[in-house]
Protein backbone atom coordinates (compact mmCIF):
# COMPACT_ATOMS: atom_id res chain seq x y z
CA UNK A 1 0.00 0.00 0.00
CA UNK A 2 3.31 2.58 0.92
CA UNK A 3 4.68 1.44 -2.74
CA UNK A 4 4.01 4.17 -5.27
CA UNK A 5 4.52 1.78 -7.64
CA UNK A 6 1.64 -0.51 -6.95
CA UNK A 7 -1.08 -0.56 -9.31
CA UNK A 8 -3.22 0.55 -6.72
CA UNK A 9 -1.34 3.78 -6.13
CA UNK A 10 -1.14 3.99 -9.63
CA UNK A 11 -4.51 3.75 -10.58
CA UNK A 12 -5.36 5.97 -7.45
CA UNK A 13 -3.19 9.22 -9.00
CA UNK A 14 -4.47 8.51 -12.15
CA UNK A 15 -8.34 8.97 -10.54
CA UNK A 16 -7.04 11.87 -8.61
CA UNK A 17 -5.59 13.50 -12.31
CA UNK A 18 -8.87 12.96 -13.64
CA UNK A 19 -10.61 14.58 -10.63
CA UNK A 20 -8.08 17.53 -11.10
CA UNK A 21 -8.87 17.41 -14.87
CA UNK A 22 -12.65 17.85 -15.05
CA UNK A 23 -12.74 19.88 -11.31
CA UNK A 24 -14.73 17.47 -9.97
CA UNK A 25 -14.87 16.35 -5.83
CA UNK A 26 -13.23 13.33 -4.96
CA UNK A 27 -13.31 11.56 -2.16
CA UNK A 28 -9.91 9.51 -1.70
CA UNK A 29 -11.07 6.65 -0.13
CA UNK A 30 -7.24 4.82 -0.69
CA UNK A 31 -5.79 7.75 1.36
CA UNK A 32 -8.65 7.83 4.17
CA UNK A 33 -7.68 4.08 4.23
CA UNK A 34 -3.94 5.31 4.57
CA UNK A 35 -4.95 7.71 7.60
CA UNK A 36 -6.52 5.00 9.39
CA UNK A 37 -3.29 2.55 8.88
CA UNK A 38 -1.54 5.90 10.63
CA UNK A 39 -3.64 6.22 13.29
CA UNK A 40 -2.56 2.36 14.51
CA UNK A 41 -5.70 0.98 13.00
CA UNK A 42 -5.12 -2.21 10.56
CA UNK A 43 -6.20 -2.57 7.37
CA UNK A 44 -7.83 -6.09 7.52
CA UNK A 45 -10.61 -4.56 10.41
CA UNK A 46 -12.23 -2.73 6.81
CA UNK A 47 -11.45 -5.09 4.50
CA UNK A 48 -13.87 -8.07 3.17
CA UNK A 49 -11.28 -9.65 0.61
CA UNK A 50 -8.16 -8.43 -0.11
CA UNK A 51 -9.94 -5.68 -2.51
CA UNK A 52 -13.15 -4.87 -0.98
CA UNK A 53 -13.91 -2.93 1.95
CA UNK A 54 -16.54 -4.81 4.50
CA UNK A 55 -19.27 -2.71 6.47
CA UNK A 56 -16.47 -0.67 8.57
CA UNK A 57 -14.71 0.52 5.68
CA UNK A 58 -17.22 0.99 3.61
CA UNK A 59 -18.36 3.51 6.51
CA UNK A 60 -15.01 5.04 6.61
CA UNK A 61 -15.76 6.14 2.87
CA UNK A 62 -19.29 7.16 3.61
CA UNK A 63 -18.11 9.72 6.27
CA UNK A 64 -15.41 11.60 3.76
CA UNK A 65 -18.45 11.45 1.44
CA UNK A 66 -20.63 13.31 3.96
CA UNK A 67 -18.12 16.24 4.12
CA UNK A 68 -19.04 17.26 1.02
CA UNK A 69 -22.84 17.70 2.80
CA UNK A 70 -22.47 20.69 4.90
Known sequence: ???PKDPIN???EQ???LARQYRTG???SLEAFKA?????GKL??????FNHP???????VANELLK???
Do not use: C, Y
Open 1 to 3: MDN
Open 10 to 12: LHA
Open 54 to 60: NRQGHEL
Open 26 to 28: LVD
Open 15 to 17: IRA
Open 44 to 49: ETLMSQ
Open 68 to 70: WFP
Open 36 to 40: FRKTG
